[in-house]
T-cell receptor, first 115, second 113 residues
Framework: GAVVSQHPSRVICKSGTSVKIECRSLDFQATTMFWYRQFPKQSLMLMATSNEGSKATYEQGVEKDKFLINHASLTLSTLTVTSAHPEDSSFYIC???????????FGPGTRLTVT | KQEVTQIPAALSVPEGENLVLNCSFTDSAIYNLQWFRQDPGKGLTSLLLIQSSQREQTSGRLNASLDKSSGRSTLYIAASQPGDSATYLCAVNLGAAGNKLTFGGGTRVLVKP
């Protein structure tokens, strides 16, 4: 099946700094990618849809100026958490649709801890 | 707004027993439904995808059924093994806006040897 990678897998940063997370489709092209956030023992909540060559669309309640998304190529989307706060600590997962039947493929996730 | 519910939230069974995981959704106009497995601290592994026109999908010991009219899907895992211990998530795709998924809360499964 299609493979999606994320980097880094874990990151610890200080409050007030910015962190960039990369999501790559390794063996297919993705004009659309999705970014999710998962808090401990909770399900995935969609944050935004990343669109190659155009602006991302954000879900209600997600601050677009805080969570910057750039989809610069057909295989790479980046999520930058700006001015991170401890409440931004979470598990961030990206996905991309691949294949002819619209199956979603997920990355391994990035654990962000803000101290 | 689509809402997805999974019951039970947690399940513990002895090895060898069959598992039955339930997923319900409020908007029956879905494009497809997907079942995932998530191990602690890991990403999601796709298990089965059911298109809206299908009634079920099977892969090995896994079988997923879909009843759109009643807004339900069930994942069956036959002859459970300790390695099946994980959280199982269902997600529905309404097909609009580029295949966004709405997830249920998940069912945490523990298979005891």
């Amino acid at each position: 099946g299609a493979v999606v990678s994320q980097h880094p897998s874990r990151v610890i940063c200080k409050s007030g700094t910015s962190v960039k997370i990369e999501c790559r489709s390794l063996d297919f092209q993705a004009t659309t990618m999705f970014w999710y956030r998962q808090f401990p023992k909770q399900s995935l909540m969609l944050m935004a849809t990343s669109n190659e060559g155009s602006k991302a669309t954000y879900e209600q309640g997600v601050e677009k100026d805080k969570f910057l998304i750039n989809h610069a190529s057909l295989t790479l989307s980046t999520l930058t958490v700006t001015s991170a706060h401890p409440e931004d600590s979470s598990f961030y997962i990206c996905s991309a649709p691949g294949g002819g039947v619209d199956e979603q493929y997920f990355g391994p996730g990035t654990r962000l801890t803000v101290t | 707004k689509q809402e997805v519910t999974q019951i039970p939230a947690a399940l513990s069974v002895p090895e060898g027993e069959n598992l039955v995981l339930n997923c319900s959704f409020t908007d029956s106009a879905i494009y497809n439904l997907q079942w995932f497995r998530q191990d602690p601290g890991k990403g999601l592994t796709s298990l089965l995808l059911i298109q809206s026109s299908q009634r079920e999908q099977t892969s090995g010991r896994l079988n997923a059924s879909l009843d759109k009219s009643s807004g339900r899907s069930t994942l069956y895992i036959a002859a459970s093994q300790p390695g099946d211990s994980a959280t199982y998530l269902c997600a529905v795709n309404l097909g609009a806006a580029g295949n966004k998924l709405t997830f249920g809360g998940g069912t945490r499964v523990l298979v005891k040897p």
